[in-house]
């Protein structure tokens, strides 16, 4: 029996690689057994170790290189692009109708505005009605006019504050109604709108100035912990479910049948990568071919 010469191998790696890029995506992938590996990996035994050994020391390096850094977070992007999603920020922002309603209508809103003004206005009542030093109070004063009359109107002033008291609900519930409606008029406006574009593009360029550290340190700051326990529960569970396995389903078959329409090596050459997926063919797959020739696993298949 010849004996697989290094020639041959590295003709038979070439060939492979040539026969794979006249092949499409859907010859490799199916949907069916995609999401059967995403079942297989999704379980809360294998997700937390998942978890432990990538997802906790990658965002561990990045804070630790970013809370070192000096570099402004506006370094991240190209002044076009800077300019262009101020300009986009700083357009009017009007806030929905429906929210503000909702919002401005909530009955939290409303007891808290009406507490506020009833307040307001009783105290403004006690204090007038009240003894003052000097007898400045309007209590004061009805109180002296009385006395001078022989007491015939000594009641007036406790009769005339328990009356305002009284018309104090009313005058409450159709000043909150009034201010409900003014504030929603103001929220809804188109100068308020315009002022949350400016704020808004105000707020966005001054983020750019702030270091990378700041934001290390705030995302630093979040319950990692906590999240990290929860996101393999939350992972398994909403895989679990039928309508995100439906829509999975769906989108898989969507984006395999889109690549499939190319071969694998026109989509190579349509993103300028087939001679660089055939050098790493060649660096890594060639020296693994000629291990494979010369193991008892492939001498065992030659012997008669």
Known sequence: MRAVTEDKIA????????FICERRVHDFLDVERVLAAADAVATEARLPRLVARFAIPA????LERAEKSSV??????PDAARDAIATLLGMPAPIPRPLVDKVVADEHV?????AMLHETMTSFIHKAFAVTPGGRG??????????????????LGEELQRQLEERVRDFVDSGVEMMQRRVAQRLVSDETARLLGT?????????????????????????WMAIDALAPSLVTHNLARAEVRAALKDELSAVIADLSTQTIGELLDELGLREIAREGVRVHLLPL??????????QGTLAP
């Not at 965002?59 to 990045?62: A, D, M, S």
């Not at 409303?110 to 009406?114: D, L």
């Not at 309007?138 to 009385?146: D, F, S, T």
């Not at 291990?291 to 492939?298: K, P, R």
């Open 11 to 18: 003709a038979l790696v070439d060939a492979g690689f040539e």
């Open 59 to 62: 965002r561990q390096r990045f």
């Open 72 to 77: 402004l977070l506006g370094a991240w992007l």
């Open 110 to 114: 409303r007891e808290s505005a009406r």
């Open 138 to 155: 309007l209590r004061g004063v009805i109180g002296l006019g009385a006395r001078a009359a022989g007491g015939l109107f000594g009641g």
């Open 199 to 223: 704020r808004r593009r105000a707020i966005f360029l001054d983020l750019l100035k702030r270091p990378e550290s700041d934001v290390a340190r705030l995302v630093a700051r979040l319950p």
């Open 289 to 298: 071919a000629r291990a494979f020739a010369s193991s008892s696993h492939f």
